[in-house]
């Protein structure tokens, strides 16, 4: 959930994909995806990049006919996800790059494995199943599916470290968390049954919400070596604001996502003290559906109500 340079009220100008980058003097990235009558891409310089090409539903004759179809990107900004509709199949692309088809992943299955989730740098792709658990690793960078280890193991995401180098689960046989390499070889096993939902670059800190989900607006960090957790931290947001999104930045700061009327607002967190600083803060556009960089196939500030 680490966001980028976002646009404040910028006239924004529809432009092909295939377009020669713009000059700037920060590179581009996506700001956001909206979806219209297509799919399409804000960028950070104000720019709408049309997606033709993707899926906003599973067509006909497949499990799930007229589901949602996943379209996710990167949490750099840089790598965009969706069904193609030229034969179904999960595609990840660049602004400026091919379509690379990602094998073993097609709209077909959509209702009974799908891709929910994405490393922050666009490498590794999860799925997530309608029974119990998760379904596979997909590493982009070798074309390789890895099926989650255990073979009863019930598996929940909890989240890519910020370097992308670590994956957090919980489940398998003692229901612990679990720090995972990208080759799904275990690195750490929890001593305590604690939950949580982010894990830093250090791959031994965590972070979870405490409360009530979706109004908790408490944390603690938990030691995943010595089992240890800190004391509840109140998260000073806003009234009416609570904790939607929790994760670390690549330095190890507390980033908070917090859903506001309208729209979303980014804060980094004190550890200690509960203070918020505002990074940056994005208006909802008027359509039905949007994503964030760094969202999972489905976030609580997705679709208009």
């Given at each position: 959930m680490r966001l980028r340079t976002v646009l404040a009220t910028l006239l924004l100008t529809a432009v092909p994909l295939g377009g020669q980058p713009a000059a700037a003097a920060t590179p581009v990235t996506i700001a956001y995806a909206q979806r219209t009558q297509t799919w399409e891409l804000v960028l950070t310089d104000g720019r709408v990049v049309k997606v033709p090409e993707a899926l906003a539903v599973a067509p006909r004759d497949t499990i799930s006919e007229g589901a949602p179809a996943t379209f996710l990107i990167s949490g750099d900004g840089r790598h965009f996800f969706y069904f193609r509709k030229s034969d179904g199949r999960f595609t990840e692309r660049t602004l400026h790059g091919k379509e690379r088809a990602i094998r073993d992943i097609t709209v077909d299955t959509v209702g009974e494995e799908w891709p929910s989730s994405v490393s922050y740098d666009g490498s590794f792709v999860l799925t997530e199943t309608s029974a119990p658990g998760l379904g596979a690793l997909v590493d982009l960078r070798k074309g390789k599916s890895l099926p989650l280890p255990g073979k009863m193991a019930t598996w929940g995401f909890a989240g890519f470290s910020p370097d992308g180098e670590r994956l957090l689960l919980q489940g398998g046989e003692d229901g612990r968390m679990t720090v995972f390499d990208r080759r799904?070889?275990?690195?750490?096993?929890?001593?305590?049954?604690?939950?949580?939902?982010?894990?830093?670059?250090?791959?031994?800190?965590?972070?979870?919400?405490v409360g009530s989900w979706p109004k908790s607006r408490t944390l603690r960090l938990v030691d995943l070596r010595t089992g240890k957790a800190s004391g509840t931290v109140t998260v000073r947001l806003p009234r009416g604001q609570q904790i939607d999104d929790l994760d670390f930045d690549k330095a190890g700061h507390l980033v908070v996502r917090s859903?506001?009327?309208?729209?979303?607002?980014?804060?980094?967190?004190?550890?200690?003290t509960g203070a918020v600083t505002p990074l940056r803060t994005m208006v909802r556009p008027d359509v039905k559906v949007w994503v964030l960089p760094g969202d999972d196939e489905y976030e609580p500030w997705a679709e208009k109500k």
């Amino acid at each position: 959930m680490r966001l980028r340079t976002v646009l404040a009220t910028l006239l924004l100008t529809a432009v092909p994909l295939g377009g020669q980058p713009a000059a700037a003097a920060t590179p581009v990235t996506i700001a956001y995806a909206q979806r219209t009558q297509t799919w399409e891409l804000v960028l950070t310089d104000g720019r709408v990049v049309k997606v033709p090409e993707a899926l906003a539903v599973a067509p006909r004759d497949t499990i799930s006919e007229g589901a949602p179809a996943t379209f996710l990107i990167s949490g750099d900004g840089r790598h965009f996800f969706y069904f193609r509709k030229s034969d179904g199949r999960f595609t990840e692309r660049t602004l400026h790059g091919k379509e690379r088809a990602i094998r073993d992943i097609t709209v077909d299955t959509v209702g009974e494995e799908w891709p929910s989730s994405v490393s922050y740098d666009g490498s590794f792709v999860l799925t997530e199943t309608s029974a119990p658990g998760l379904g596979a690793l997909v590493d982009l960078r070798k074309g390789k599916s890895l099926p989650l280890p255990g073979k009863m193991a019930t598996w929940g995401f909890a989240g890519f470290s910020p370097d992308g180098e670590r994956l957090l689960l919980q489940g398998g046989e003692d229901g612990r968390m679990t720090v995972f390499d990208r080759r799904l070889r275990t690195c750490l096993r929890s001593k305590t049954r604690l939950w949580a939902t982010a894990l830093a670059n250090d791959y031994v800190t965590a972070a979870e919400p405490v409360g009530s989900w979706p109004k908790s607006r408490t944390l603690r960090l938990v030691d995943l070596r010595t089992g240890k957790a800190s004391g509840t931290v109140t998260v000073r947001l806003p009234r009416g604001q609570q904790i939607d999104d929790l994760d670390f930045d690549k330095a190890g700061h507390l980033v908070v996502r917090s859903k506001t009327t309208t729209g979303v607002t980014v804060y980094r967190v004190s550890k200690t003290t509960g203070a918020v600083t505002p990074l940056r803060t994005m208006v909802r556009p008027d359509v039905k559906v949007w994503v964030l960089p760094g969202d999972d196939e489905y976030e609580p500030w997705a679709e208009k109500k």
